[in-house]
């Protein structure tokens, strides 16, 4: 009986350690359920595709990645930390369901400097390095002048004879020669290697002083049926990029349409860079916003005078503004390192331009200005040619170009190249242009225009109480260039601004000449290797009380 209800307590023991542990291995498996569900795991990601806007791109990641069964949490690390956190979108392809996304900044994770400091530092040591290498020359060069000059007094108390004494002289003369060039040349390279070791502190000062920027991060949690394969791509936006349009015209010869290259002129300090990235390029500016302004009521207050030192911050802060941004432009100009050649895809938007580059790119992300091509085209012109004879004496040739709104363009600046000849910088500004662009491509030497006083009808006289003064003038146009040209040039009558003083027209010749302005023009065609001349003659009436400046 008492073995029974020993075996009976035992089975019972059993039981209920065998229900504990089933209990114990159940809560484990949740807990690690949990533990599972609630680590976040490193999402791997590269640059893809980048959309730059005159300030500002927009940074597509692409992602490959195997979601676990349930919900799982993933991390994209080391992004810019200048990413605007509303533009922050996550799209894929899969089974899975977007549960939420987070941006933040870690400060524990630094993103890198774009400049190594190691090369940095060992440019500077070896310039360093270079000029205490230097100076010791020249402290040996002290010595050998100072041992020289001891041994300059030969022969003693009882002197020396003429030989001797000549060849002493020739290698004393020989060896100072020596001596005070390599003083100067060791002079030279000091100066050198000073100026170049202060270039090298400054640069590292400005890298010392950048301190170093937090990373971006952005976290994601999905939810998957299963264990599932899924392509992710992961958008932001930042503001430290842009670019800006410029233009190459080439002009071979007049009787050829204009080659007109366009392209852009990018940039970016984004802290990654664009490794061979699908790039394009936008009009828009999203950074305006596209929020359509409303009119308010106008309401009508008196004014109170404004303290004296906010007018004065306020008149500074205006007056650096145009200078700040005529720095910036120019060290964009200084900037320019790379040039790239593409032809590219014009999409017309609604309200904007796309330009899709073709083939990736590469764009370090070191503020510097990258070139690249975008597209080139035949344009049609008709070229002429431009004077003011009176205030310069050089023709200017003008290429008129019609229709040009096909072409996309955009405001940006201007490399001028005839005849291959680089000629100068100018703007194009289709924003303030009509029907027709004009195009100024330069000064063309080859046309050479004289304007001269003629002695003959140049004359003062006194009239009674009055004087009266002619003039007479004389252009000369003459056509060095191998073709025709087809000229526009101006003069000007001078008109009276008095009741007292009269303006007489003599002669203007076949000039088309508005009296209201009194603007001379004419419009010829100069054979090749020839010249003409046109004149014009005026005369002004006055009281003697006055004087007049007629040249």
Avoid: C
Wanted: neutral net charge; charged residues 25%.
């Amino acid at each position: 009986m008492e073995n029974r209800e020993h075996l009976s307590k035992l089975t019972l023991n059993r039981s209920k350690m065998k229900k504990g542990l089933i209990l114990y291995m159940l809560w484990a498996m949740a807990f690690n359920s949990m533990a599972q569900s609630t680590t976040t795991k490193t999402a791997k990601s590269e640059i893809a595709e980048v959309k730059v806007y005159p300030r500002g791109a927009q940074i597509v990641r692409k992602a490959q990645l195997r979601l676990p069964a349930g919900e799982s949490k993933w991390l994209f690390q080391g992004l810019p930390s200048s990413i605007d956190g509303n533009s922050v979108q996550i799209k894929g392809t899969g089974d899975f369901t977007l549960m939420g996304v987070n941006y933040s900044l870690n400060y524990l994770s630094k993103s890198p400097r774009s400049v190594s400091l190691d090369s940095l530092q060992s440019l500077l040591k070896k310039a360093q390095y270079d000029l205490n290498t230097s100076l010791a020359q020249s402290e040996i060069l002290v010595e050998e002048l100072s041992l020289l000059n001891a041994n300059k007094d030969l022969g003693g108390p009882n002197g020396t004879d003429i030989n001797s004494l000549k060849i002493a002289m020739q290698y004393y003369r020989t060896e100072l020669v020596r001596i005070k060039n390599s003083q100067l040349t060791e002079k030279d390279k000091q100066d050198a290697f000073r100026i170049q070791i202060n270039d090298l502190q400054r640069q590292l000062n400005v890298i010392n002083n950048q301190r170093d920027q937090p990373s971006g991060e952005v976290e994601i949690t999905v939810r998957a049926p299963r264990t599932v394969d899924v392509r992710l791509s992961l958008s932001y936006f930042t503001y430290n990029a842009g670019w800006t349009p410029s233009y190459d015209v080439r002009v071979v010869s007049v009787k050829e349409s204009i080659k007109l290259v366009y392209k852009a002129s990018v940039y970016q300090s984004t802290g990654e860079n664009w490794d061979q990235v699908k790039l394009s390029f936008s009009s828009a500016t999203p950074t305006q916003g596209g929020t359509a302004p409303s009119i308010q009521p106008w309401y009508l207050r008196p004014i109170e005078p404004e303290p004296i030192s906010r007018v004065r911050s306020y008149a500074k802060s205006e007056a650096q503004a145009p200078m700040a941004a005529r720095a910036m432009a120019d060290d964009i100009d200084e900037m320019m390192e790379e040039e790239k050649i593409m032809v590219s895809e014009v999409r017309q938007n609604q309200t904007s331009v796309d330009f899709i580059v073709p083939v990736p790119y590469s764009v370090k992300s070191n503020g510097k200005s990258t070139l690249i091509d975008l597209n080139e085209y035949e344009v049609p012109a008709i070229f002429e040619y431009f004077a003011v004879p009176k205030l310069d004496k050089d023709a200017f040739l003008l290429a008129r170009v019609y229709d040009w709104d096909q072409y996309s363009l955009l405001p940006g600046p201007m490399n001028l190249y005839f005849e291959e000849g680089y000629v100068g910088k100018s703007m194009l500004n289709p924003g303030v242009s009509d029907d027709t662009l004009n195009l100024s491509l330069g000064r063309d030497k080859s046309i050479v225009i004289e304007r001269t006083k003629v002695a003959d009808f140049s004359k003062r006289k006194a009239i009674g109480m009055n004087v009266v003064e002619s003039r007479g003038y004389e252009i000369e146009i003459r056509n060095t260039k191998k073709q025709d040209i087809q000229i526009t040039f101006y003069d000007q009558l001078p008109i009276s601004g008095s009741s007292e003083i009269e303006v007489r027209t003599l002669k203007v010749g076949d000039a088309d000449f508005n009296a209201a302005t009194g603007v001379l023009k004419w419009n010829e065609k100069i054979p090749t290797q020839s010249s003409q001349k046109w004149s014009f003659q005026f005369e002004v009436r006055y009281p003697k009380k006055l004087k007049i400046q007629l040249d």
